[in-house]
């Protein structure tokens, strides 16, 4: 059975940090981009982050560039987003999600191909 989990989210001061993680089962994560994005109430989901497949190359959304940092760990079968300088704009469910093969623009969610189930992060005085 294809997975997707996330976890790691959580409620947290400005300026605080939170690592989520997105494990996958089913399928060999390596061999698929890894995009996560984040959706605030209202709000469309947006792209955050990505790393490709294979290769460690990264893609951030201007607004967490510089405080946000995707990895994965293959042998986990797991991506990882840690996020730091948290602000309270940064407050919403983020998901993580697969693709596999070529692709448009990453922050497109259309382009992927699993998708887990959320986690709710809150950035809050």
């Known amino acids: 059975q294809v997975q997707l989990v996330e976890s790691g989210g959580g409620s947290v001061q400005p300026g605080g940090s939170l690592r989520l993680s997105c494990a996958a089962s089913?399928?060999?994560?390596?061999?698929?981009?890894v995009g996560w994005f984040r959706q605030a109430p209202g709000k469309e989901r947006e792209g955050v982050s990505s790393?490709?497949?294979?290769?460690?190359?990264?893609d951030y959304a201007d607004p967490v560039k510089g405080r946000f940092t995707v990895t994965r760990d293959n042998a986990k079968n797991t991506a990882y987003l840690q996020m730091n300088d948290l602000k309270p704009e940064d407050t919403g469910v983020y998901f993580c999600?697969?693709?596999?093969?070529?692709?448009?623009?990453?922050?497109?969610?259309?382009?992927?191909?699993?998708w887990g189930q959320g986690t709710q992060v809150t950035v809050s005085s």
């Open positions: 999600a697969a693709a596999l093969g070529s692709m448009g623009s990453w922050e497109s969610p259309s382009w992927y191909d699993y």
């Open positions: 089913g399928f060999t994560l390596s061999y698929y981009r």
């Open positions: 790393i490709r497949a294979n290769v460690d190359i990264t």
